[in-house]
């Protein structure tokens, strides 16, 4: 198949997208948030104003199917782990679908199952620019992606071209990662800024990633 053109972030694709219809857009955002951290919420405070989504719904998995095996903690800590981290912004809620379903956590089966649940959402799904190019490689992919608007985050060294269409939106780069942060706490380093206050504090209350 041909590569196709993607789309960047204009004024016109966003008007044309809010008058067109009423579906409300969802912005979905996914990954195990172990913990979330600073980076997490730029991402989806941007591209939520750059698209002029309804909300974004922090989406957290079960059991990622792309990445190797986390030492992930009990989902719960993690869900209020992000609950603290976005409850100062009213266009952030959670999505619970692959928490409640448990197992591998295949992105078709979550669109099709809120499809199912919310006809009335249109639905963005947010990924790194790093993730593009493993789009092929998605549990079936050619069906989820005529489910689902593909937005790509753009990141240096990454080409925004492939064959599922997706809308690229530019966002500060800022390089932290929860592997980092949970090597930080078990070596007692500060994680100050990157990670909200009140994840910190809850991080340190609850002893978490401390072995």
Request: proline fraction near 5%.
């Amino acid at each position: 198949m041909q590569h196709q053109t993607t789309t960047d972030v204009t004024t016109q694709t966003i008007t044309q997208t809010k008058t067109d219809g009423h579906k409300r857009r969802i912005g979905l955002y996914g990954g195990t948030f172990n913990p979330i951290h600073t980076s997490h919420l730029i991402v989806a405070d941007q591209v939520g104003n750059a698209l002029g989504l309804d909300e974004v719904l922090f989406l957290p998995d079960m059991i990622p199917p792309h990445v190797d095996a986390k030492d992930s903690i009990n989902p719960q800590l993690r869900i209020d782990m992000i609950q603290l981290a976005i409850e100062d912004n009213p266009m952030f809620g959670i999505e619970l679908a692959e928490v409640k379903r448990g197992g591998i956590s295949y992105t078709f089966d979550t669109i099709k199952e809120l499809k199912r649940v919310h006809p009335e959402n249109d639905y963005y799904f947010i990924i790194g620019g790093d993730m593009v190019a493993y789009l092929p490689t998605w549990h079936r992919i050619d069906e989820l992606a005529n489910m689902v608007t593909f937005v790509g985050v753009r990141r240096l060294g990454y080409e925004t071209k492939s064959k599922y269409p997706v809308i690229w939106v530019d966002a500060p780069l800022i390089d932290i990662s929860s592997t980092d942060i949970r090597h930080r706490v078990e070596t007692g380093q500060s994680v100050r800024y990157l990670v909200p206050n009140k994840v910190a504090a809850f991080i340190k209350e609850h002893r978490l990633y401390l072995e």
